[in-house]
């Protein structure tokens, strides 16, 4: 059943995570035989995750190190929900979206339970904004038919569209259970043979004389691994910077997740059971919501993006005062869904957040190279607020870059990586981006 595959899977992990302990701590260090692998990924984000599962599933020995517990709350990843949508303004996208939906529904196979629940998406913009326009082209959207029409979903009237907007709908979307989703691939990792640990913070990642690359903790362990791949989302600048002295732009921003009340006698339409879509709003800042899912009688609707902050000094109360994010939410779902959620007071849950900017806002995902490493070690990071629905897609990319030192993953769905090169700062720190 699917309870009895979760329960044997979940105490795999347990058993991975302490692998090698000796004192039932999962911090303890391994045997010195067990310091040699394969692979070393580090950071154990949802990109991580991924990467050391897609390492695994090809048989080879791999070492996940995540800096605090696992499944914290202090990165990228943690939360009730993330979307997925196939939506995008750039066209390298919608298939990486797509690839990515075979390998979400692969692991959840694999691991007897679902992470994604399947709902339409709903985008809102200006008509004519090219942006707009690209992303639904892109993504295959239909406008929704006008009132009146037959045809027209009764959710539709959740929302107010403004004078010059049009409304579009598009798949595959859906709602995917963040936290959950981390644990699935680390957990499905683990059972493959992975060695997950926690509590193990990288400091430098070296070549050894020969062919090693040698990675080192805060505590002075070493590991030795035949490639590496680095996933540390926020703290991305930071560690390329000791390790190589480079400059990787990938700057973390402070966000806000915010659940608001929805509006008595409408809390079964917003539903996904009641074919709610998730949504988002083009212009600047952009909106995004999911439907009722995880609190009953609350929503989630917030802002993109937000402050530059430091991984390493966050202020959590960031964007929770007059004039904060929450409140510039509240004047959107005022103009947008005043009929359906109610702002008054505030957002009744708030959980803050990073997103980790790149200046094009185009992911990360290349070799490190240089003389020292060429390509054995690999840099995924700068996912830029939508990296999590790419998870599988993106770590199946990484393992292959690491393991064959290019992905037949990517070439065979068409994705051209070079969108994703480091060199696309050089002498241009804003890579691609048109506007800034
Ligand atoms: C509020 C919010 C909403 C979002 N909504 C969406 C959405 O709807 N759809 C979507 O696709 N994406 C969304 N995103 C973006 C998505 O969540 C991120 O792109 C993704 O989670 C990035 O994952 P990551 O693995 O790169 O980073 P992280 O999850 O931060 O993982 C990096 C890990 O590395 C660890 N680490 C750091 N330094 C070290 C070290 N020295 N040694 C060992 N470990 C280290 C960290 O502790 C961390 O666990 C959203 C993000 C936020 C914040």
Redesign the pocket.
Known sequence: SPSASLSNLQSELAQSTHAGADTGTSTMAAPPAERSFDVIV????????CAAHAVASRGASVLL????DLL?Q??????E?????PTYTRPQYPPMVRLAHRLWHEAERDAGYTVLTPTPHLDLGPRDAPAFVAAMANGGATELAPAGDASRPAWAEAFRVPEGWAAATSGPAGV?K?TKA?AMFQTLAAKMGAVVRDR????DVARQEGNTIVVK??TGEEFHGGKCII??????S??VKSITGADLPVQPVH???CYWRVKPGHEEELTTEAGFP?FATYGEPGF?G?PSMEYPGLIKV?RNGGPPCD?DGRDWATGTGAGGIAEIVARWIDEFMPGVVDTTGGPVLR?P????MTPDEDFVIDFLGGEEFGKDVVV????????????PAVGKILAELALDGESGTAAEAGLELEHYLIGRFEGNPMGKATSH
Not at 65 to 68: D, H, I, Q, T, V
Not at 231 to 236: E, L
């Open positions: 580090v950071g154990a984000g949802i990109i991580g995750s190190l995540e800096r605090f914290h202090r990165g990228s990843s943690h939360g929900s993330r979307t997925t949508r995917i963040a981390m193990t913070e990288v400091v903790t805060s996933t540390v989302g926020a703290w991305a930071k560690l966000t806000l997740v998730t995004y999911t917030c991984p959980q957040c990073m997103c980790c995924g990071a700068g996912f830029s607020g939508h990296g999590f629905k790419m998870g």
